[in-house]
């Protein structure tokens, strides 16, 4: 009998890669990633600055990076302080590698 999808039982390190593809999965949490990378921090109100979208859209945005571990954010009244978490960023970059470093020229489709 064949297992259903739900009845896998997934490695960490697919399930982690699974989170970390839905964050990046949006332009928008690109762009405020590209931007932490060019700087230690950012408040919320720095990307309304640089983005043309309301801040609700925006700590929506945040809070899914969170939520996977790409980002952290530390609460600084009346403000939230974020910063790329460079842990999970780097196991983030080495999942994302095991899958790209795949050879897959050997195989033919279509």
Not at 51 to 71: C, D, M, N, R, Y
Request: proline fraction near 4%; charge should be positive; include cysteine.
């Amino acid at each position: 009998m064949s297992k259903t999808l739900q009845q896998i039982d997934y490695s960490k390190e697919t399930e982690a890669l699974a989170r970390f593809s839905k964050a990046l999965g949006h332009p928008t949490r690109l762009i405020i990633l590209k931007y932490l990378s060019n700087q230690s921090y950012c408040y919320t109100g720095d990307l309304v600055d640089v983005l043309p979208l309301a801040q609700s859209t925006i700590s929506q945005h945040l809070k899914e990076l969170k939520e996977a571990g790409l980002i952290d954010g530390e609460l600084k009244p009346p403000k939230v302080k974020y910063c790329i978490n460079q842990k999970n960023w780097k196991k983030a970059s080495k999942l994302f590698s095991t899958i790209f470093d795949e050879d897959f020229t050997d195989f033919s489709c279509c």
